[in-house]
């Protein structure tokens, strides 16, 4: 019963920057995969990027986001970051957080943050 509350989502102008927070209101969030997907308007849902579980905090990033994007973890905050630079229109999407227990990257992601929009403009 793992609860994700996103923020941090709204408008910016091409080359500009946004932080997406996720934070997980219970639940053993350490142990947790955490990831984030988007989806377009008329388009599928897309792997963004997570980041595992263990103390490392391996990451993993989709070819169109890796060198922009970051993905980071606060366990003590229980709260999973997405540190978005050099936006670009293709990037505007509802952009969802998710938690896979089991702890891999490759999932399944078994929990979903209600989603939060990321509009780009030029």
């Known amino acids: 019963q793992v609860q994700l509350v996103e923020s941090g989502g709204g408008l910016v102008q091409a080359g500009g920057s946004l932080r997406l927070s996720c934070a997980a209101s219970?639940?053993?969030?350490?142990?947790?995969?955490m990831g984030w997907f988007r989806q377009a308007p008329g388009k599928e849902r897309e792997f963004v990027a997570a980041?595992?579980?263990?103390?490392?905090?391996?990451?993993y990033y989709a070819d169109t986001v890796k060198g922009r994007f970051t993905i980071s973890r606060d366990n003590a905050k229980k709260t999973v970051y997405l540190q978005m630079n050099s936006l670009k229109a293709d990037d505007t999407a509802v952009y969802y957080c998710?938690?896979?227990?089991?702890?891999?990257?490759?999932?399944?992601?078994?929990?979903w943050g209600q989603g939060t929009q990321v509009t780009v403009s030029s």
């Open positions: 998710a938690a896979a227990l089991a702890g891999r990257v490759e999932g399944p992601y078994n929990y």
């Open positions: 980041i595992s579980w263990n103390t490392a905090g391996s990451t």
């Open positions: 219970r639940g053993t969030f350490s142990s947790y995969t």
